[in-house]
């Protein structure tokens, strides 16, 4: 469910999850209205940013469309060398 709070997903509000009216740039966002996942579909939230442009602005996205699993790596600036 989108409120005002944020989103909650079976009841539960999840971290970061409130809807932004500008980006950083003071562009406006667009806002997405679903309510309920259609079968097929998946909802892409970051909960590590709320800054994040995920499904709270373009909607759900067909679970066909996921290619793969993005995992962090750290590289520490000292001992970067490119």
Not at 3 to 25: F, M, P
Not at 39 to 52: K, P, R, T
Not at 66 to 81: D, E, L, Y
Request: no cysteine.
């Amino acid at each position: 469910m989108i409120s005002k709070e944020g989103i909650k997903i079976n009841g539960v509000l999840q971290k970061n999850s409130k809807l932004l009216a500008v980006d950083s740039k003071q562009r406006y966002l667009p806002q997405s209205k679903n309510t309920t996942m259609p079968y097929g579909m998946v909802w892409l939230l970051s909960d590590y940013s709320q800054q994040s442009f995920d499904s709270r602005y373009f909607g759900p996205i067909p679970i066909s469309s996921i290619i793969g699993v993005m995992q962090p790596i750290i590289i520490s600036p000292i001992n970067f060398t490119p």
